[in-house]
């Protein structure tokens, strides 16, 4: 008698979205790494940040080192909320994950991603992105506090990391798509893995504007949860 092979089954989408969390910083517990994020304008460099994030599952902390004149401001990201804090002002105001930081990049984008927390998602078929087979996932935000109220996410079938995200309006509007690159490695859970190196994200609007966000100095470990106290920032 032929036995037939199990089947092996298909990811689920949370599935899919814890995975490719874990390698652009979510579903890890701690991380910390720099990020130099470039606006292009005509595609001609036009201004750049250099910022330091330290994050654990549900908080980050994003502090700029240059320029000179932004140095020492941060933005804090408690679950969903978030604050501006600045040397120069005695109180943290509170700003949204969808306002714009440099470019194309928003508040949210530069934080680490966790959309198995702040999105449903349900299968939207299969594609092709730069030849590898992927997962498609149309992923709704579950709270009007997150950077996108909509992404198509593809995610390859091999690695489970997540290639390509086209954010969208409320009303589908397709307004920026962002590709993702892998070059670093980070140690988590007695194995190396891959994580985010390079986002180029692309305005579907006005061509020739684009935002890079290239991460190094990538360090899987626990942050202290004094990172993330909004009273000890202010008091620094």
Same mark, same amino acid.
């Given at each position: 008698?032929?036995v037939?092979?199990?089947a &092996?089954a298909?990811?689920?989408?949370?599935? #899919?979205?814890?995975?490719?969390?874990?390698?652009?910083?979510?579903?890890i517990?701690?991380?910390?790494?720099t990020?130099?994020?470039?606006? @292009?304008q005509?595609? /001609?460099?036009?201004?750049?940040?250099?910022?330091?994030?330290?994050?654990d %599952?549900?908080?980050s902390?994003v502090? $700029?080192?240059?320029?000179?004149?932004?140095?020492?401001?941060?933005?804090?990201m408690?679950?969903r909320n978030m604050?501006? #804090?600045?040397?120069d &002002?005695?109180?943290p &105001?509170p700003i949204?994950p969808? %306002?714009?930081l440099?470019?194309e990049?928003?508040?949210?984008?530069?934080a680490?991603?966790?959309?198995?927390r =702040?999105?449903?998602?349900?299968?939207?078929?299969?594609?092709e992105v730069?030849? %590898?087979?992927?997962? &498609?996932?149309?992923l709704?935000?579950?709270d009007?506090?997150?950077? @996108? =109220?909509?992404i198509?996410?593809?995610?390859?079938?091999?690695?489970?990391?997540?290639?390509k995200?086209e954010?969208?309006? /409320?009303?589908?509007?397709? $307004?920026?798509?962002a590709?993702?690159? @892998?070059a670093?490695?980070?140690?988590?859970?007695g194995?190396?893995?891959?994580?985010?190196s390079?986002?180029e994200?692309q =305005?579907? /609007?006005?061509?020739?504007?684009?935002?890079? #966000? #290239? @991460?190094?100095?990538?360090?899987?470990?626990a942050?202290?949860?004094?990172? $993330?106290?909004?009273?000890?920032?202010?008091?620094?």
């Amino acid at each position: 008698m032929l036995v037939a092979a199990a089947a &092996v089954a298909e990811p689920t989408p949370l599935e #899919l979205l814890q995975a490719s969390d874990r390698a652009r910083g979510g579903e890890i517990g701690g991380i910390t790494m720099t990020s130099t994020v470039i606006a @292009y304008q005509d595609n /001609v460099e036009d201004k750049s940040y250099t910022l330091k994030i330290e994050a654990d %599952q549900d908080n980050s902390l994003v502090t $700029f080192l240059k320029p000179a004149t932004s140095a020492g401001k941060m933005m804090l990201m408690q679950n969903r909320n978030m604050w501006f #804090l600045s040397p120069d &002002v005695s109180k943290p &105001v509170p700003i949204s994950p969808r %306002q714009r930081l440099l470019g194309e990049a928003s508040n949210g984008d530069v934080a680490t991603t966790n959309y198995s927390r =702040d999105y449903d998602a349900t299968p939207a078929g299969e594609a092709e992105v730069a030849g %590898q087979p992927c997962y &498609v996932l149309e992923l709704k935000a579950k709270d009007a506090n997150v950077a @996108y =109220d909509k992404i198509r996410y593809y995610v390859a079938k091999d690695s489970q990391l997540a290639l390509k995200a086209e954010y969208m309006t /409320v009303s589908d509007k397709h $307004f920026k798509t962002a590709s993702m690159e @892998y070059a670093n490695r980070i140690d988590f859970a007695g194995k190396s893995m891959p994580f985010v190196s390079k986002i180029e994200i692309q =305005d579907e /609007v006005q061509t020739g504007q684009k935002t890079v #966000l #290239l @991460y190094d100095k990538v360090e899987a470990a626990a942050v202290p949860p004094s990172r $993330f106290d909004l009273r000890a920032l202010l008091s620094r």
